[in-house]
């Protein structure tokens, strides 16, 4: 049949917030679902068979899902609202009280609208030459839409280039792209098949989602064609046609919409958000016990407050390879001994994982034996693949043998020994050959239909193996790879970087297009992971970008050998232990950030535009971020720079410079001092921002002391915020917690703080100071008594 034909469908039925329209010349079925009053899904169904029967992405509200996933046809967890349905000649509209889709069924075409008061804007439009894989003559899905020159493009996971993918293409495919770069190189290491759309004349946003875990591309204007107008596109290799519409009509909207829907971002232990000190040279020296020591000792010596360290895979050498859950007993001679070191220092450890067995593993034959590697399905041999300087074979995550396996052996080689969390790295399962293949969960499936649910299904294992072996703790894990619904379980970060000062300006792009995605903590290697040693200026500023993030971590593998480490540089050193106990400082407000990610989906980090859409300069190409919801960070990302002009989105209450005290109005560029021995920071008029403010070193980095600092408005104005306390630890968290409300009335004579408590949690402190910028001269009270600037203020049980 020529692809020119058009396709006529027909409306079958309605059930269950359920349209089904059906072409039975291509044997098609399409299925729109009204899921919220703001969400509308649409899946192809060809020969009535998807080819992945469920979801392991979509988890509305839900902390995890089941092994072998969610049913795609399983609505619950969406709130189904009523609807209505018109039909026509050869369309039917269907809407929901913000939402309405006109769907034309010769050829299939929709549209999309958005409800604005009694007013339809429209959102989007099908490219009306064709649409839809059937029309292309495609065996793998793909989608057409018409493309505005007006229209922002964000998301996409983590990518490299500017905020706005509008004129660029990319592949959704996961790859172990060591050194890259964070400009120009793509593909990376996630799979996240999601983008929002804005339109700057009409100011909405929506996003779409594709539900498909099979390498993709995703087209965003560089492509043109005569015949068919501007257009942008998404082509998947396999796997079925399922795709989400989410109305905003906001980007923050759509993001937390998104975020809801594929599953509750974890909270992690408190200490996850401590400096973790991390090299490859250390567990790569034959001596790797002492050297680990050793780190703890410069620690103590340098006063570097540290949390934990990440522990790389050279523990698990023989020779010059690497082996998966192997101790390497003459670099370790005493595994459990060396994390008894670690925590009497109040450090834990994270040891990194692989799920690839080299052909020379111990423990290959046995593996083998019982078919827990992904096959080539001609031969049903494992499927061999390069792995490092070696050959090896993956693990079949869906096979249920191999997930139990996987997770014994963590508990077993790890948890027993002492480590308290797991680093699940190379897991980007790069098999090329179109014959391997999965047990699928026990209905054999192609690796290629499903390739990139194999790291999630990694982490799921080791999370649930620390949640088995530690039931009272909570479980921190990080994951270099994963796609959609890897937020349930994992902190990430961007790979391995390259040392270069660009490096630091593209990776905090590249984090805003991860946190508008729905994965909210996350951090970059500081210093750069190959390369160069960074130059003393280059890692001062890497480490003032880092501490500004949810991980913070420096970390190298460096081309000349060298070994990041916060002493690297004597004389820097004072100004990158200054910037670590600032890290330590921000702790509660950062703490705060990531509860609310975990309970509200709210980002942690976001660009300027997040609050301010009405401003249309913050979506101007620039190089600064929100940190939680009242620090503006000005990374300075230039050689040389001991001021940082940044542009001050329009807030009523104007800005503060953090560090100085001077406030400014919004709206304006301002220029402000950048030294090296500081972050410029800028918070918004009206904020109030916890803080640790005890005096800690390296032995006592576990004091904490409550302090709010203050940033009034100039006039009158009410500010409120709630600091979020727990033990930091326990999975008590859901039922054993306290909210410390802060709230300040503001007159131009008078500022009066109220300060309460909620919850059932006992506080580690029993009074609290609230401190004000230096210029500011009005009286104070808190709680209705007078009040001197800093002074302490004991709290009522």
Request: charged fraction near 25%; charge should be negative; include cysteine.
């Amino acid at each position: 049949m020529s692809i020119l034909t058009k396709q006529a469908f027909t409306f079958i039925k309605e059930e269950s917030n359920i349209l089904h329209f059906r072409s039975e010349q291509e044997n098609i079925e399409v299925k729109i679902m009204v899921l919220e009053e703001d969400i509308i899904r649409v899946l192809f169904v060809t020969g009535d068979q998807l080819k992945v029967k469920n979801t392991w992405s979509v988890a509305p509200g839900m902390e995890d899902v089941p092994f072998d996933g969610i049913d795609r046809l399983n609505l619950s967890g969406f709130s189904k609202p009523a609807f209505s349905i018109k039909p026509s000649e050869d369309q039917y509209t269907v809407e929901t009280k913000a939402l309405k889709v006109v769907i034309g069924l010769e050829p299939f075409k929709l549209s999309w609208f958005y409800r604005d008061a009694e007013e339809w804007i429209p959102l989007a439009n099908d490219r009306k030459t064709q649409a839809y894989h059937f029309e292309l003559g495609l065996q793998g899905p793909a989608h057409y839409l018409n493309r505005e020159h007006e229209e922002q493009y964000f998301g996409l996971g983590e990518k490299s280039g500017h905020v706005d993918k509008h004129g660029k293409r990319y592949r959704m495919q996961t790859i172990d792209a060591m050194g890259y770069d964070a400009e120009f190189t793509d593909p990376l290491y996630k799979h996240v098949p999601f983008y929002i759309t804005r339109n700057q004349k009409t100011g909405l946003s929506f996003g779409i989602f594709y539900d498909n875990l099979a390498n993709s591309i995703f087209e965003m204007g560089s492509e043109l064609d005569n015949y068919h107008g501007y257009y942008r596109y998404y082509e998947a290799e396999k796997g079925d046609l399922d795709y989400y519409i989410i109305a905003g009509p906001q980007v923050k909207d759509v993001t937390r919409k998104f975020a809801w829907m594929t599953g509750k971002t974890i909270l992690p232990p408190k200490w996850s958000l401590g400096y973790s000190g991390s090299t490859m040279s250390y567990t790569d020296a034959p001596d790797a016990q002492e050297q680990l020591n050793r780190f703890l000792q410069l620690c103590r010596e340098h006063d570097i407050l540290c949390d934990s360290f990440q522990l790389s895979s050279g523990y698990t050498s023989i020779e010059d390879k690497r082996y998966v859950f192997h101790w390497n007993d003459s670099k370790f001679p005493d595994p459990q001994k060396m994390a008894q070191d670690f925590h009497e220092q109040g450090v834990r450890l994270c040891a990194n994982i692989k799920p690839c067995l080299l052909n020379d593993h111990p423990m290959f034959d046995e593996l083998e034996k019982k078919e827990m590697f992904i096959k080539d399905k001609t031969t049903g041999k494992p499927e061999i693949a390069q792995f490092w300087d070696e050959t090896g074979a993956y693990l079949d995550f869906t096979k249920q043998e191999t997930y139990e396996w996987w997770k014994q052996q963590v508990k077993e080689k790890l948890m027993k020994y002492g480590i308290d969390s797991t680093w699940n790295d190379n897991n980007e399962f790069e098999i090329w050959s179109q014959s391997a293949s999965c047990d699928g969960f026990g209905e054999s499936l192609d690796f290629d239909v499903i390739r990139a649910l194999q790291p999630l299904l990694m982490m799921k294992a080791s999370y649930e193996a620390q949640k088995e072996f530690n039931p009272d703790t909570r479980p921190y894990l990080i994951s270099r790879s994963g796609c959609v619904g890897m937020h349930r379980y994992v902190q990430t970060w961007t790979g391995d970087n390259r040392t270069s000062w660009k490096t630091i300006k593209f990776n905090n792009k590249m984090g805003i297009g991860l946190s508008l995605s729905g994965i909210y903590n996350f951090g970059h290697d500081v210093g750069g992971f190959s390369g160069p040693a960074p130059e003393p200026e280059l890692f001062v500023r890497w480490v003032q970008n880092g501490i500004m993030h949810p991980r913070f971590t420096i970390h190298s593998w460096n081309d000349d050998e060298t070994v990041n480490e916060p002493w690297m540089y004597p004389e820097v050193l004072p100004e990158i232990r200054k910037l670590i106990k600032f890290r330590t400082k921000i702790i509660p407000y950062l703490y705060t950030a990531l509860y609310h990610a975990h309970a509200s989906q709210v980002p942690m980090i976001t660009p300027t535009f997040w609050d301010f859409e009405h401003d249309e300069k913050t979506f101007d190409d620039n190089d600064d971020f929100m940190l939680g919801e009242s620090l503006l960070v000005a990374s300075v990302v230039e050689k040389e720079q001991r001021e940082r002009p940044v542009y001050l989105p329009k807030h009523q209450e104007g800005w503060y410079d953090l560090h100085t005290g001077e406030w400014y109005e919004g709206g304006q560029c301002v220029t402000i001092p950048a030294p090296l021995s500081y972050v410029p920071l800028l918070a918004k008029g009206g904020s109030i921002i916890p803080i640790n403010q005890a005096n800690v070193t390296f032995e006592t980095k576990e004091k904490d002391e409550r302090a709010f600092l203050l940033f009034p408005q100039k006039g009158s104005g009410f500010s409120s915020y709630r600091c979020y306390e727990d033990d930091g630890i326990s999975n008590q968290y859901k039922d054993v917690y306290a909210f410390l409300t802060v709230e300040t009335k503001v007159t131009e004579e008078q500022i009066s703080v109220t300060v309460d408590k909620e919850g059932t949690y006992e506080l580690p402190y029993n009074e609290v100071s609230f401190i004000l910028p230096d210029q500011e001269h009005r009286k104070l009270t808190v709680n209705g008594v007078p009040y001197e600037n800093g002074e302490v203020f004991k709290l009522k049980n």
